[in-house]
């Protein structure tokens, strides 16, 4: 599912958080399953990123193929993650916390990797992060000038 915002919350140990609707069918699967993990798309994604939140994991079986991404499990946690993506983090279940109409998953990072492009910064020669406000505020992308 799209999120609005993750954030690395923690160095030791390594943590991070995501804020979802707990409604949405993923959020519940993350839960149930006690693990999730985040792939860091770009631009080249965004039409594919916009169907993907338009479409409900609870009426179809394979969310992310129904949109035309590719995914294998993860490494170290039980979760999918999107092939070719330009960084995954994959990440256990640490706690979960509600806030307003929002959860806060936060997740214990178990394994991360990344596109040459990240050498302990993003050095965006190649990679367009997307950055999505929700629906109301639309979706954009990094421009390189």
Do not use: Q
């Amino acid at each position: 599912m799209p999120v609005v915002a993750y954030a690395s919350i923690s160095d030791s140990p390594p943590l991070v958080a995501v804020a979802c609707n707990p409604h949405a069918f993923t959020c519940k699967l993350c839960v149930k399953g006690r693990a999730f993990s985040l792939s860091l798309l770009d631009a080249r994604s965004l039409d594919v990123f916009e169907e993907l939140a338009a479409v409900s994991g609870a009426k179809v079986e394979d969310k992310l193929a129904e949109v035309g991404l590719v995914h294998a499990p993860g490494a170290r946690v039980d979760a999918p993650v999107i092939s070719g993506s330009a960084a995954t983090i994959e990440c256990s279940l640490h706690s979960k916390r509600r806030f307003g109409d929002h959860v806060l998953l936060v997740g214990k990072v178990e394994a991360c990797y990344a596109s040459g492009d990240f050498s302990d910064f993003w050095a965006y020669k190649e990679y367009r992060p997307i950055l999505y406000t929700g629906w109301r505020g639309g979706m954009t992308t990094y421009r390189r000038r």
